[in-house]
């Protein structure tokens, strides 16, 4: 009889433990992975940056602040996407506006509904205003910041907003499960244009 973590492991006939170790050992290693991923993300609230991608369209990341600036000409882009897909609720007309207009992602492509469809889901771009703190609040989102910080001005950082695993398709998580921390970046996208579009 072996004692490991308070656990009675015991072996058969065999002289294998009836429970893994191994499973024991993962199981310890995942928490641990996601203590450090929880400690960096507060890091990163704390200094309103995004960890990960910051490849995001609309703004540049400054090298030194490690903040999103401003791309004066993409902005008008997320703003045309927001009003055309308000206007018409449909992501196909949409990507046939920007292809007649030739307009480029950051890579130079193409638009595709894809990608339209993140843009409008990113809460990135939502100015953090009442309309925002009251859908973040309403959804049950853990805000990191308070009632004063949304100011009008800058915009919403979101995260665990999605479950990515490797191989597999983004799973986007609900609002509920979201840790929403005010930006230092501009926002583009009023509050309530961005929850109406969610809706």
């Known amino acids: 009889v072996y004692f490991v973590n308070d656990n009675i492991w015991t072996l ?10 191994m499973a024991t050992m993962a199981q310890e290693e995942s928490r641990k992975i ?3 991923s929880l400690a960096g993300q507060r890091v990163s609230r704390e200094k309103g940056v995004l960890y990960g991608n910051g ?38 007309a949409v990507e046939a506006e920007l292809l007649r207009q030739r307009i480029k992602t950051k890579q130079g ?16 771009y939502m100015v953090a205003d009442q ?15 308070d009632r004063a910080e949304f100011d009008g001005k800058h915009g919403i950082m979101a ?7 490797k191989g ?17 970046h501009p926002g583009l996208i009023p509050g309530k244009t961005w929850v109406r579009v969610q809706e």
């Open 109 to 124: 492509k193409d638009f595709t509904r894809f990608a339209i469809k993140a843009i409008l889901q990113n809460p990135v």
């Open 12 to 21: 058969d006939g065999d002289g294998e433990l009836r429970l893994t170790i």
């Open 55 to 92: 490849n995001i369209f609309g703004y540049t990341r400054n090298k030194l602040t490690k903040q999103f600036e401003i791309d004066p000409d993409q902005a008008e882009t997320v703003k045309m996407i927001f009003d055309l897909y308000m206007e018409t609720d449909s992501l196909t």
């Open 131 to 145: 309309e925002a703190y009251d859908y973040l609040t309403e959804k049950e989102a853990d805000l990191f910041s």
């Open 168 to 184: 597999k398709t983004t799973q986007y998580n609900p609002v509920n499960e979201w840790i929403v921390a005010v930006g230092k």
């Open 34 to 36: 996601s203590e450090r």
């Open 159 to 165: 995260y665990n907003r999605t479950d990515q695993e």
